[in-house]
């Protein structure tokens, strides 16, 4: 009996401790980009390419993402704004007569989510562009993405990193003052 | 102290009670304050019956299969749903910002200017518009809520024919076609349309050219509350085209309300409490008005009267005529009293008054001092009397005006404007008469509810059956909606399009903010489809065509366009209209008889502030905003002073049947302070039957008791007790603490939780609230506000108690209703609360009201104890919450000494009238600023941090630094008096800040040392030099 209980303390609980310990770092870190959503990007209603648009033809940012100087919201550009050009350029191409379709048919274009910060975060573009940061310091090199995915881990770890160590995070601020730390800064 | 007193602890003058009991008791009510909960509330909670009784084998299979499903699910990237976009975008939408649009709200009789905030297309809050000459940007509890009946869910959808209370769909149409061939069929006066009181000129043009077409038509107007009888009396005494003049309370020092609640129902609220309460700044002394109020009922005006003369209403006549007689003695008025009252005025003297009407000595020294101000301030002077003040006596109280010289302060630069007369009771009983002999084919309900409103006495709903065909106009079901054929569903007023005009020198206009949720179209809409005659062609722009092709009409200028934009931009056209007309006294034969006979028990039928005739009734957030005085959510009661209780042997909550015109209603009795002997005080508003689930039975309808609708004081009562009791879910004892811990009986005194003195005090010295400071010694370190540190200061000389701060803050913050069983459990919602004190004897009570929202502490008690460091404080001053942190161990609400913070007990809006406030879309009504917080998490003001949040992006953006002016809190925009002021701290120069370091500021519990970052500026009572 004594040998058996010897057997389990000795041999099979460190087996056993060692193994789940193992298994869980390996998860955790195995798993930590598909829970951070880094690596994320879902087929999309239009394959709409950031490289050819953003990347190739130069265009800016904020002719599409219209908000994000003026409020929280950066903002999905609408149908209307994709005919801008689209009346005119390349209207053979099949995904130029799908985004037609919509823009006819007065339905919103079903984009798939890609960014997503918590529900009570009320994260805010505007304070942060109207700082002169980047969009790609937080969103990575749109400009080259084919197809558009998660670069950035966007929990409030991440979101403090560089709150606290601002000159870190974003050498290419001069003067860059710490962001704010309190809670009420982005929940309410 | 008289034998009724006898059992009584000698309480002091200066102490502050909240009720009867606490008085009575000296400080003790009963148990509560000893324990953190409410009776009850452990007890009834069954863990078997309120969860649900999982096995722990069950729990175990359950928890091993999500595991295993979540491991299934790891797998892949989690789905975070799809982001729609416009596809074409509304240009004037920037999403996450948002638009003002100026309109007027017509939820009342005075169609105040307001400025409605939508966010992506849906209205969210409503303010008053700040061009508006009236109301002037601040807007009443009724207004605010409005939101709240836009996103009603069960408001029609459609038209709907009606069986006896049946609903069924029907089509627009065929409802058009039956009233357009009957309104062509029918002889003269056989077509009653009954529509409350109307404000849009264009819609009277409307109807007179609908009455031109169809010769059958006829117009009833009514409204429960409508001043009649002050209209009445001012037409009797000015001429019958005569409108009740605009008075300019801001330059009154004197005023007298008689009856009247100035600052609640009686007259514009709103303008009421801007102008008078303007005239209390303590920066200002000199401008200090004084005011008066004679009253059997307890007001807020009363609250805030600097003297209260406590009188029952069989004694109005002879007050009014002793005043007259006091001051027509020392030498005013000469020449205007008419000779048949003149012979009779020398028996009204101060004496022969009091002794009549047993004045305290209290009473007396107000009633003298009264006079005198009368007398000298004269031409400064003003008397008004109230709704339920009867017509013989407003016709008095006009005189005494002309008497005293207090006619003076009519406004001789704008006019009230009528746009049509109230249909008389005669003609409402003429015309109950005409339906029961069958001559009236078609009844039109425009959005009235007659059945509800119209004395019982004259069988209105029998009467309908008698009616060919009878139609609705609502909004939501109510009783004459129920009686009728069909029901024609209604915009709501933020659906449609309108002009109001209810002064002289300028019109407001009303706009659309979102399009019609519903298959639903306006009033004015309905009439002009009936007008043309025909069953199609309609479009949701017709009336817009018609009130424009109106508005045109009038316009002399020679770009219409542009002034039409300008109108609907700014919410009012400012034009200029004939000069007015001075009114001129021309009565002779003035009352000389008492109209009311003194009898057993009076009663006096109230108007709700919150509720008004009972329209409102299916508004949570109004149903739930405490009484101003009584603290009394979710019901009506009889308020009986405590003398009447005792001869009665009743008490709070005790039912009691009041017998009256040979009708009898049983209410439930509360206590309240200050009331005349003798007297059954009831809010008319409630006991809704055929409504929505919010406003059902909700308290009694004591309508039954009046013949006519104007009738609305009754001194032939009698009262008995009931059997059996009823509990009303008042907050007024929420919040005790227990005393023995303090060791003190007046603790409230010292503890400074409301100070006040006298104006004169105040004068003499400056300083004179000033005593020692407590000694102050904390363990922790003091925090640090490099940046801006947020506070606010409550001006307690301007507060008057009326509860719009606490409505918006409701609206602003997503705050739940709760319900009245959660209410008596003392679990109401309210970030906002307003404190009430007395002081003095249950006789003559003075009053002290406090709104009380979290003080943001600098030494925060909250924050020590929270052990998930969920409550926090930021850098800016501000103690924060945070949500997501909160596992609802309730440990910082035993900690705040404020009681301030609030617990979701449950997820409220599920909870509440089996989730009516889940349904679809009262979500649309959220603020997308502000968490909606679930079930389990504490809450608390947040001094509008999203407000704060929002002005520093902007500040950013702009390259510049916050400023303490840039942050509006919600209840501070909604305080019609001003009293409350927001800013910044470390600001030392600015307005803000001078204010918060006056010498009135005090902090509430200053010796516990936690430094609240609310201030509270004493209240100044402007009594005559000879009391100091």
Same mark, same amino acid.
């Given at each position: 009996m004594s040998n058996f209980i010897d057997y389990l303390l000795r041999i099979r609980l460190p087996i056993v401790v060692f193994v789940a310990l193992v298994s869980f770092v390996f998860t955790f870190y195995a798993s930590k980009a598909e829970r951070d959503s880094v690596g994320y990007s879902p087929d999309q209603p239009i394959a709409f390419s950031h490289k050819l648009h953003a990347g190739t033809m130069q265009i800016d940012c904020q002719y599409c993402h219209t908000g994000v100087e003026k409020t929280r919201f950066?903002?999905?550009?609408?149908?209307?704004?994709?005919?801008?050009?689209?009346?005119?350029?390349?209207?053979?191409?099949?995904?130029?007569?799908?985004?037609?379709?919509?823009?006819?048919?007065?339905?919103?274009?079903?984009?798939?989510?890609?960014?997503?910060?918590?529900?009570?975060?009320?994260? $805010?573009?505007?304070?942060?562009?109207?700082?002169?940061?980047?969009?790609?310091?937080?969103?990575?090199?749109?400009?080259?993405?084919?197809?558009?995915?998660?670069? $950035?881990?966007?929990?409030?770890?991440?979101?403090?990193?560089c709150h606290r160590n601002p000159e870190k995070k974003l050498p290419y601020l001069k003067n860059v003052n710490k962001g704010p730390q309190h809670c009420w800064a982005c929940h309410r | 102290m008289s034998d009724q007193n006898k059992d009584r602890k000698d309480v002091k003058r200066d102490e502050l009670w909240r009720s009867v009991d606490e008085y009575n008791a000296g400080g003790v009510t009963d148990e509560t304050q000893y324990h953190e909960f409410a009776p009850g509330v452990k007890e009834e909670f069954d863990v078997d019956k309120e969860l649900s009784g999982i096995s722990r084998r069950k729990f175990l299979a359950l928890m091993s299969a999500s595991a295993a499903f979540m491991a299934a699910g790891c797998s892949d990237y989690r789905d975070k749903g799809e982001l729609m976009p416009y596809n074409r975008k509304p240009d004037d939408i920037t999403i996450g910002e948002a638009n003002f649009y100026a309109s007027t709200y017509m939820g009342c009789g005075h169609a105040c200017g307001v400025l409605i905030k939508t966010r992506e297309g849906r209205?969210?809050?409503?303010?008053?518009?700040?061009?508006?000459? =009236?109301?002037?940007?601040?807007?009443c509890a009724k207004g605010q809520a409005s939101v709240m009946d836009l996103y009603d869910p069960q408001r029609f959808s459609e038209p709907q024919t009606v069986n006896q209370g049946e609903y069924t769909p029907a089509k627009w149409q065929d409802v058009d076609g039956k009233v357009i061939a009957q309104l062509t069929l029918g002889g003269e006066g056989s077509a009653v349309f009954i529509s409350h009181k109307v404000h849009s000129p264009t819609a009277i043009k409307l109807m007179g050219e609908l009455q031109e077409k169809y010769k059958s038509v006829r117009f009833i107007y009514y409204d429960l509350f409508a001043a009649e009888n002050r209209t009445n009396a001012w037409k009797k005494c000015y001429g019958e085209d005569s409108v009740p003049a605009v008075i300019k309370w801001d330059e009154a020092d004197v005023i007298l309300a008689l009856e009247a609640s100035l600052f609640g129902t009686d007259g514009n609220s709103i303008e009421q409490h801007r102008m008078i309460r303007d005239r209390r700044d303590v920066n200002n002394t000199k401008k200090f008005n004084r005011l008066y109020s004679a009253e059997a009922n307890f007001t807020t005006t009363g609250a805030n009267a600097d003297y209260r003369i406590r009188i029952?209403?069989?004694?109005?006549?002879?007050?009014?005529?002793?005043?007259?007689?006091?001051?027509?003695?020392?030498?005013?008025?000469?020449?205007?009293?008419?000779?048949?009252?003149?012979?009779?005025?020398?028996?009204? @003297?101060?004496?022969?008054?009091?002794?009549? +009407?047993?004045?305290?000595?209290?009473?007396?020294k107000s009633l003298n001092a009264l006079i005198g101000d009368l007398v000298s301030n004269g031409s400064k002077s003003i008397v008004y009397a109230g709704e339920a003040v009867p017509e013989d006596v407003q016709v008095l109280v006009h005189l005494l005006n002309e008497v005293t010289g207090g006619s003076a302060l009519y406004s001789d630069t704008v006019a009230n404007v009528e746009l049509h007369k109230y249909s008389t009771s005669k003609e409402i009983a003429g015309l109950v008469a005409d339906m029961k002999a069958g001559k009236v084919s078609l009844l039109v309900n425009m959005d009235a509810n007659p059945v509800y409103h119209f004395p019982k006495e004259l069988g209105f709903e029998e009467a309908l059956k008698k009616v060919k065909l009878v139609v609705s106009m609502a909004l939501l079901p109510n009783e004459t909606s129920y009686s009728s054929n069909f029901v024609l569903p209604?915009?709501?007023?933020?659906?449609? !399009?309108?002009?109001?005009?209810?002064?002289?020198?300028?019109?407001?206009?009303?706009?659309?903010?979102?399009?019609?949720?519903?298959?639903?179209?306006?009033?004015?809409?309905?009439?002009?489809?009936?007008?043309?005659?025909?069953?199609?062609?309609?479009?949701?722009?017709?009336?817009?065509?018609?009130?424009?092709?109106? !508005?045109?009409?009038?316009?002399?200028?020679?770009?219409?366009?542009?002034?039409?934009?300008?109108?609907?931009?700014?919410?009012?056209?400012?034009?200029?209209? +004939?000069?007015?007309?001075?009114?001129?006294?021309?009565?002779?034969?003035?009352?000389? /008889?008492? *109209?009311?006979?003194?009898?057993?028990?009076?009663?006096?039928?109230?108007?709700?502030?919150?509720?008004?005739?009972?329209?409102?009734?299916?508004?949570? !957030?109004?149903?739930?905003?405490? #009484?101003?005085?009584?603290?009394?959510?979710?019901?009506?009661?009889?308020?009986?002073?405590?003398?009447?209780?005792?001869?009665?042997?009743?008490?709070?909550d005790s039912l009691i049947e009041v017998s009256l015109n040979g009708k009898k209603v049983t209410l439930p009795v509360l206590v309240q302070p200050g009331v005349a002997d003798d007297t059954v005080i009831v809010e008319l508003g409630y006991g809704r039957t055929k409504c929505p689930v919010v406003a059902l039975e909700v308290g009694q309808d004591v309508s039954v008791f009046q013949k006519t609708m104007n009738e609305k004081v009754f001194t032939t009562a009698t009262i008995a007790v009931a059997e059996g009791s009823y509990t009303l879910a008042s907050t007024q004892d929420h919040y005790t603490y227990d005393k023995s811990i303090v060791n003190t009986d007046d603790a409230h005194l010292k503890r400074h939780i409301i100070q006040e003195g006298t104006l004169a005090q105040f004068i003499a010295n400056p300083k004179f609230l000033k005593g020692e400071k407590p000694s102050s010694v904390s363990l922790y370190p003091n925090h640090e506000y490099p940046g801006v540190k947020w506070g606010m200061?409550?001006?307690?000389?301007?507060?008057?108690?009326?509860?719009?701060?606490?409505?918006?803050?409701?609206? %602003?913050?997503?705050?739940?209703?709760?319900?009245?069983?959660?209410?008596?459990?003392?679990?109401?919602?309210? !970030?906002?609360?307003?404190?009430?004190?007395?002081?003095?004897?249950? %006789?003559?009570?003075?009053?002290?009201?406090?709104?009380?929202?979290?003080?943001?502490?600098?030494?925060?008690?909250?924050?020590?104890?929270?052990?998930?460091? +969920?409550?926090? #404080?930021?850098?800016?001053?501000?103690?924060?919450?945070?949500?997501?942190?909160?596992?609802?161990?309730?440990?910082?609400?035993?900690?705040?000494?404020?009681?301030?913070?609030?617990?979701?007990?449950?997820?409220?809006?599920?909870?509440?009238?089996?989730?009516?406030?889940?349904?679809? *879309? =009262?979500?649309?009504?959220?603020?997308?600023?502000?968490?909606?917080? *679930?079930?389990?998490?504490?809450?608390?003001?947040?001094?509008?941090?999203?407000?704060?949040?929002?002005?520093?992006?902007?500040?950013?953006? /702009?390259?510049?630094?916050?400023?303490?002016?840039?942050?509006?809190?919600?209840?501070?925009?909604?305080?019609?008096?001003?009293?409350?002021?927001?800013?910044?701290?470390?600001?030392?120069?600015?307005?803000?800040?001078?204010?918060? %370091?006056?010498?009135?500021?005090? @902090?509430?519990?200053?010796?516990?040392?936690?430094?609240?970052?609310?201030?509270?500026?004493?209240?100044?009572?402007?009594? @005559?030099?000879? /009391?100091?």
């Amino acid at each position: 009996m004594s040998n058996f209980i010897d057997y389990l303390l000795r041999i099979r609980l460190p087996i056993v401790v060692f193994v789940a310990l193992v298994s869980f770092v390996f998860t955790f870190y195995a798993s930590k980009a598909e829970r951070d959503s880094v690596g994320y990007s879902p087929d999309q209603p239009i394959a709409f390419s950031h490289k050819l648009h953003a990347g190739t033809m130069q265009i800016d940012c904020q002719y599409c993402h219209t908000g994000v100087e003026k409020t929280r919201f950066a903002t999905i550009p609408t149908a209307g704004v994709c005919m801008n050009c689209h009346t005119q350029a390349r209207t053979d191409r099949p995904e130029i007569i799908k985004l037609t379709e919509y823009y006819k048919s007065g339905k919103p274009i079903p984009w798939k989510r890609i960014h997503e910060t918590a529900q009570y975060a009320y994260f $805010n573009h505007s304070v942060h562009v109207s700082r002169g940061i980047d969009c790609a310091s937080c969103h990575g090199d749109v400009a080259n993405m084919e197809k558009i995915s998660q670069v $950035n881990p966007f929990n409030m770890s991440d979101c403090l990193d560089c709150h606290r160590n601002p000159e870190k995070k974003l050498p290419y601020l001069k003067n860059v003052n710490k962001g704010p730390q309190h809670c009420w800064a982005c929940h309410r | 102290m008289s034998d009724q007193n006898k059992d009584r602890k000698d309480v002091k003058r200066d102490e502050l009670w909240r009720s009867v009991d606490e008085y009575n008791a000296g400080g003790v009510t009963d148990e509560t304050q000893y324990h953190e909960f409410a009776p009850g509330v452990k007890e009834e909670f069954d863990v078997d019956k309120e969860l649900s009784g999982i096995s722990r084998r069950k729990f175990l299979a359950l928890m091993s299969a999500s595991a295993a499903f979540m491991a299934a699910g790891c797998s892949d990237y989690r789905d975070k749903g799809e982001l729609m976009p416009y596809n074409r975008k509304p240009d004037d939408i920037t999403i996450g910002e948002a638009n003002f649009y100026a309109s007027t709200y017509m939820g009342c009789g005075h169609a105040c200017g307001v400025l409605i905030k939508t966010r992506e297309g849906r209205p969210i809050k409503v303010d008053g518009n700040p061009d508006h000459p =009236v109301n002037a940007g601040k807007v009443c509890a009724k207004g605010q809520a409005s939101v709240m009946d836009l996103y009603d869910p069960q408001r029609f959808s459609e038209p709907q024919t009606v069986n006896q209370g049946e609903y069924t769909p029907a089509k627009w149409q065929d409802v058009d076609g039956k009233v357009i061939a009957q309104l062509t069929l029918g002889g003269e006066g056989s077509a009653v349309f009954i529509s409350h009181k109307v404000h849009s000129p264009t819609a009277i043009k409307l109807m007179g050219e609908l009455q031109e077409k169809y010769k059958s038509v006829r117009f009833i107007y009514y409204d429960l509350f409508a001043a009649e009888n002050r209209t009445n009396a001012w037409k009797k005494c000015y001429g019958e085209d005569s409108v009740p003049a605009v008075i300019k309370w801001d330059e009154a020092d004197v005023i007298l309300a008689l009856e009247a609640s100035l600052f609640g129902t009686d007259g514009n609220s709103i303008e009421q409490h801007r102008m008078i309460r303007d005239r209390r700044d303590v920066n200002n002394t000199k401008k200090f008005n004084r005011l008066y109020s004679a009253e059997a009922n307890f007001t807020t005006t009363g609250a805030n009267a600097d003297y209260r003369i406590r009188i029952k209403p069989e004694h109005y006549y002879d007050f009014v005529l002793t005043l007259m007689n006091e001051v027509s003695k020392r030498g005013k008025g000469k020449g205007v009293i008419p000779e048949s009252l003149s012979g009779k005025l020398s028996a009204f @003297t101060v004496d022969a008054f009091s002794k009549k +009407a047993q004045l305290s000595e209290k009473g007396r020294k107000s009633l003298n001092a009264l006079i005198g101000d009368l007398v000298s301030n004269g031409s400064k002077s003003i008397v008004y009397a109230g709704e339920a003040v009867p017509e013989d006596v407003q016709v008095l109280v006009h005189l005494l005006n002309e008497v005293t010289g207090g006619s003076a302060l009519y406004s001789d630069t704008v006019a009230n404007v009528e746009l049509h007369k109230y249909s008389t009771s005669k003609e409402i009983a003429g015309l109950v008469a005409d339906m029961k002999a069958g001559k009236v084919s078609l009844l039109v309900n425009m959005d009235a509810n007659p059945v509800y409103h119209f004395p019982k006495e004259l069988g209105f709903e029998e009467a309908l059956k008698k009616v060919k065909l009878v139609v609705s106009m609502a909004l939501l079901p109510n009783e004459t909606s129920y009686s009728s054929n069909f029901v024609l569903p209604l915009n709501h007023d933020f659906e449609s !399009w309108g002009d109001a005009k209810i002064r002289s020198n300028f019109t407001s206009t009303m706009q659309p903010v979102i399009a019609p949720l519903y298959n639903t179209r306006q009033k004015e809409a309905i009439l002009l489809q009936w007008l043309s005659g025909k069953t199609d062609g309609y479009k949701d722009t017709n009336y817009l065509d018609y009130l424009k092709a109106a !508005w045109k009409e009038n316009y002399k200028g020679n770009n219409f366009n542009k002034f039409w934009a300008g109108s609907l931009h700014d919410g009012v056209s400012m034009i200029t209209d +004939a000069k007015v007309v001075a009114p001129k006294f021309t009565l002779k034969d003035v009352p000389t /008889e008492n *109209p009311l006979k003194p009898g057993k028990t009076a009663v006096i039928l109230a108007e709700s502030y919150a509720l008004g005739d009972g329209r409102h009734a299916n508004n949570g !957030w109004l149903q739930e905003l405490p #009484h101003t005085i009584s603290k009394v959510t979710w019901d009506n009661y009889a308020a009986i002073s405590e003398k009447t209780s005792k001869d009665l042997g009743a008490k709070t909550d005790s039912l009691i049947e009041v017998s009256l015109n040979g009708k009898k209603v049983t209410l439930p009795v509360l206590v309240q302070p200050g009331v005349a002997d003798d007297t059954v005080i009831v809010e008319l508003g409630y006991g809704r039957t055929k409504c929505p689930v919010v406003a059902l039975e909700v308290g009694q309808d004591v309508s039954v008791f009046q013949k006519t609708m104007n009738e609305k004081v009754f001194t032939t009562a009698t009262i008995a007790v009931a059997e059996g009791s009823y509990t009303l879910a008042s907050t007024q004892d929420h919040y005790t603490y227990d005393k023995s811990i303090v060791n003190t009986d007046d603790a409230h005194l010292k503890r400074h939780i409301i100070q006040e003195g006298t104006l004169a005090q105040f004068i003499a010295n400056p300083k004179f609230l000033k005593g020692e400071k407590p000694s102050s010694v904390s363990l922790y370190p003091n925090h640090e506000y490099p940046g801006v540190k947020w506070g606010m200061t409550i001006d307690l000389n301007k507060c008057t108690g009326c509860g719009n701060c606490s409505v918006a803050c409701s609206i %602003e913050n997503n705050v739940p209703v709760v319900g009245k069983d959660q209410v008596i459990k003392g679990r109401e919602m309210q !970030w906002m609360r307003i404190d009430r004190y007395y002081s003095g004897t249950p %006789e003559d009570p003075d009053a002290s009201v406090q709104p009380m929202l979290c003080q943001h502490c600098d030494n925060a008690p909250c924050e020590n104890v929270c052990p998930v460091a +969920a409550t926090q #404080h930021s850098i800016d001053g501000l103690n924060q919450m945070v949500y997501n942190r909160c596992v609802g161990t309730r440990y910082c609400s035993n900690n705040c000494p404020y009681k301030v913070r609030r617990f979701n007990f449950f997820d409220f809006r599920d909870h509440f009238a089996n989730g009516y406030y889940y349904e679809e *879309p =009262v979500n649309l009504a959220n603020n997308p600023e502000v968490t909606v917080r *679930p079930r389990g998490v504490m809450e608390k003001c947040t001094f509008c941090v999203h407000r704060i949040e929002e002005a520093r992006s902007k500040a950013l953006a /702009e390259g510049r630094p916050l400023k303490g002016s840039d942050v509006k809190t919600a209840c501070q925009e909604a305080c019609p008096a001003d009293a409350i002021s927001f800013g910044d701290l470390n600001d030392k120069q600015s307005d803000f800040n001078l204010f918060h %370091e006056h010498d009135l500021a005090y @902090t509430v519990l200053e010796e516990l040392n936690i430094k609240a970052n609310v201030r509270y500026i004493a209240r100044l009572q402007n009594t @005559t030099a000879e /009391e100091v």
